[in-house]
């Protein structure tokens, strides 16, 4: 194994340092490991908190800040953060609006998001609300999951909930959006290598030569097949098919994801893109808005994801509404 760390059971409280020493605007809770804007929630504003195993970034600390998340709760790499660590996070970041928790739908984060909650409610009366992602349509149950596994559209749940709580709406309103996004969201993803936990120091599962998982998890979860390496072209039609199989994304704008696992180049997921645009444009789907790049990694696993969001007018608006965060900026 060979990896840019001091020591593997260091690598989430190093990684914190590096990102304070990067992010004067944002202010980090090295006890809790907890990511906040460094101005602290606008006072009114309903916040925005999510988070998970580490791995995944910049998901998601690189995605607090204006127009996204007030607060992300960092786990060790592909593990739960705990309750207290979240009802920490939640009444920091309370500002007297209430608090939405934005959780992906693995067992051990729900089950800790819900305890959280529920800590800090009868704690300090802070009103929180969950929505819980749910986008994959690789699998209905995998190693970590009861049901579908939460992915990519989690990255477009915290952009368009994080405009709507900006322009000041109320705790109900921005978890009936960030609920339909998910609603109108399914992604598909592969990976052509494994990914290399550091305290395992080896690959977490074995793909041998010539060989590509379809439908893989984000920590590595088998998927719905191992098939043969093949060109970029057919590899978008399996990611592209089950997606449009799954729902029906013609007759209105769609916004596109193609995400990176971590360990595949820009010119591969550029490429990719493009095998994805014309099976899209053949479908009749309009792609409004598209985003290409590395969001929701695993680690160093090379691989995709496809994420489609059959989007509403309110939601393209959202989306292009300012964001500023280290994973997401424009507008400002």
Request: glycine share 12%; net charge negative; aromatic share 4%.
């Amino acid at each position: 194994m060979k990896k840019l760390i001091n020591s593997p059971d260091a690598v989430l409280a190093d990684s914190l340092v590096g990102v304070a020493a990067a992010h004067p605007e944002l202010r980090v809770d090295h006890d809790n490991r907890i990511i906040y804007r460094a101005e602290g929630t606008r006072q009114g504003k309903v916040a925005l908190i999510s988070g998970g195993g580490s791995g995944h970034e910049p998901l998601h600390g690189g995605f607090v800040g204006l127009g996204m998340l007030d607060a992300a709760i960092s786990g060790e790499v592909f593990t739960s953060p705990t309750p207290d660590q979240i009802q920490e996070a939640t009444k920091t970041a309370d500002a007297g609006a209430g608090v939405l928790h934005i959780v992906k739908n693995y067992t051990g984060d729900v089950m800790n998001f819900d305890m959280a909650a529920e800590l800090a409610g009868a704690d300090t009366g802070v009103a929180v609300e969950t929505v819980v992602t749910n986008d994959d349509v690789a699998v209905t149950d995998s190693t970590w999951t009861a049901g579908r596994r939460g992915v990519g559209v989690t990255v477009l749940v915290e952009k368009i909930a994080g405009a709507a709580a900006e322009a000041g709406r109320d705790l109900a309103s921005v978890a009936a959006v960030a609920r339909e996004v998910n609603e109108r969201g399914r992604s598909m993803g592969m990976a052509l290598t494994s990914c290399t936990v550091p305290a395992a120091g080896k690959p977490t599962f074995d793909l041998p030569e010539g060989e590509m998982e379809i439908g893989v998890g984000i920590h590595g979860e088998p998927g719905r097949r191992r098939v043969p390496l093949a060109p970029a072209s057919e590899i978008a039609a399996m990611l592209v098919e089950p997606i449009l199989a799954d729902y029906d994304f013609t007759g209105g704008p769609t916004i596109a994801l193609l995400n990176g696992m971590g360990g595949s180049p820009l010119i591969e997921l550029y490429l990719m893109y493009g095998e994805v645009a014309k099976l899209l444009e053949a479908e009749g789907i309009t792609v409004a808005r598209s985003l290409v790049g590395n969001y929701i990694t695993s680690l160093d696993m090379a691989g995709c994801s496809l994420t489609l969001l059959a989007a509403t007018d309110e939601m393209l608006e959202l989306w292009d509404a300012p964001v500023s965060t280290p994973g997401l900026r424009w507008g400002v």
